[in-house]
């Protein structure tokens, strides 16, 4: 069944997309909204893979989530069954090869989302890190509602260190001067405002990252650096989680040398994040150390998780395709 939508301008047909790792509340905004594009979606739950590229078919152009490492394998199998554009879910491209699929044919591109819910987020678990939140939950879980000696901070009395000011950085640092409090910021494109990575480490109670993750950011918080941060400092992160050493960070952690972390994302998050573990082993020992820290927060990679950025990230998935299409149109 094709579609077409009467405020478009006629032209060509859009070839299908065939929308890969597809959890229902996307298949059913992929559903509502392709028909608008005039795009029939094949939709799956199934993630990309060598077993699934079949599914594609028929269609040059495929859409992907976030959460599974696409091996080069699948991105062959991929150019070989005709796709020629892949429009990733997602800001970050450190789950695909974009130069490999470049050489075998094929586009890569992600999608733009409202920063605001990393934003509000990333101001959430800077607030519950400085106050204690996961310790008073817990008590209160089970009926102790007495204070402990720990007491919480107040923002407007810290500096804040944000290592990444794009869209998602920049949202953040509006949003910290309703605080009162100073913000310091360090980007990879410098700008007068900004100041060096180890300045920033070395003045901030709090930081958190926004950075892309690459090979030149793998880590960008290592060992040295973490040892550069300000002494009972926090670390937020709803970036990515290979952009800190993991073993650095819980060692720095069971020391106390670190005051607490909020971490939205960590490394070796795949095939853990976003599937029911109670009732099977985690491998990731570094995870499982972070868990049993009192002072470390740990949410499943959800920060991004917002009806309206569910709703961007299908739209324009879609509006890419159709683009891409239009200006790469074949005979």
Do not use: W
């Not at 077993?51 to 594609?56: F, P, Q, T």
């Not at 075998?104 to 920063?115: D, E, H, M």
């Amino acid at each position: 069944m094709s579609y077409s939508d009467p405020a478009r301008t006629p032209g060509p047909p859009t070839p299908g997309i065939t929308v890969y790792g597809c959890e229902q509340d996307e298949a059913d905004l992929f559903r509502r909204l392709a028909p608008r594009l005039g795009v029939e979606p094949t939709i799956t739950e199934m993630a990309v893979s060598e077993a699934s590229v079949e599914l594609a078919t028929g269609n040059r152009c495929v859409s992907v989530d976030h959460k599974t490492r696409i091996a080069n394998s699948t991105v062959l199998a991929l150019s070989r069954a005709g796709v020629v554009y892949v429009s990733t879910r997602s800001i970050g491209y450190d789950h695909i090869d974009v130069e490999y699929a470049a050489s075998v044919g094929i586009t890569v591109q992600n999608v733009a989302y409202s920063p605001d819910g990393v934003a509000d987020y990333t101001v959430m678990l800077m607030l519950m890190a400085v106050r204690n939140a996961r310790a008073s939950i817990r008590r209160v879980d089970v009926h102790d509602y007495r204070l402990t000696g720990v007491r919480g901070k107040e923002l407007r009395d810290l500096t804040i260190g944000v290592v990444g000011t794009g869209r998602i950085g920049a949202a953040v640092v509006d949003r910290l001067r309703g605080f009162g409090c100073r913000v310091v910021t360090h980007d990879r494109f410098p700008k007068a405002d900004h100041v060096p990575l180890d300045d920033l480490l070395r003045l901030s109670d709090i930081v958190t990252l926004h950075t892309p993750l690459t090979s030149d950011t793998h880590h960008l918080l290592d060992q040295r650096r973490v040892a550069r941060m300000k002494p009972g400092a926090f670390l937020v992160n709803t970036g990515r989680g290979s952009l800190v050493d993991t073993e650095a960070l819980i060692a720095a952690l069971e020391s106390g040398r670190l005051g607490g972390a909020a971490l939205d994302v960590v490394e070796g998050e795949e095939g853990i994040f976003y599937a029911d573990r109670r009732t099977r082993p985690i491998g990731n020992k570094s995870l499982l150390r972070l868990h049993g820290l009192p002072n470390v927060l740990i949410s499943p990679h959800t920060a991004y998780y917002t009806d309206r950025t569910l709703g961007d990230m299908v739209e324009n998935s879609l509006r890419n395709c159709v683009t891409f299409e239009s200006e790469n149109q074949h005979g």
